[in-house]
């Protein structure tokens, strides 16, 4: 039952929360680059988050493989967690 509660990463006791099983959810922001015609997505609550990629769905794929990553480092190789990233807004750059 734990799994289907979120808690959002940043917020307190969130390292807590995902060694007990809640679902992790974090804010990505995503500005398109139309000089270097690339996606680029960072976040307030993922450490070091940024993801640069040509398409929309290659940088989906990159930002759950970038932040799992990252979050396994802030974590430990021991806590299992169930993420989820929604990309809220796209703005222009």
């Known amino acids: ?3 289907r509660l979120n808690y959002r990463i940043g ?3 969130w390292k807590f929360a995902a060694k007990l099983g809640f679902r992790l959810t974090a804010v990505i922001r995503v500005i ?3 000089e ?3 996606f680029v997505a960072t976040s307030p609550s993922i450490k070091n988050l940024i993801v640069e990629a040509k398409t929309w769905d ?3 794929r990159e930002v759950h ?3 799992d990553d990252l979050l396994s480092f802030e974590l430990s190789a021991n806590t299992v ?3 989820e990233y929604r990309i809220h807004d796209c703005a222009m750059a």
């Open 32 to 34: 398109y680059d139309k």
């Open 36 to 38: 270097a015609n690339v």
């Open 1 to 3: 039952m734990l799994n």
């Open 11 to 13: 917020f307190i006791g």
């Open 58 to 60: 290659e940088l989906v």
């Open 65 to 67: 493989y970038v932040a």
């Open 81 to 83: 967690t169930h993420n």
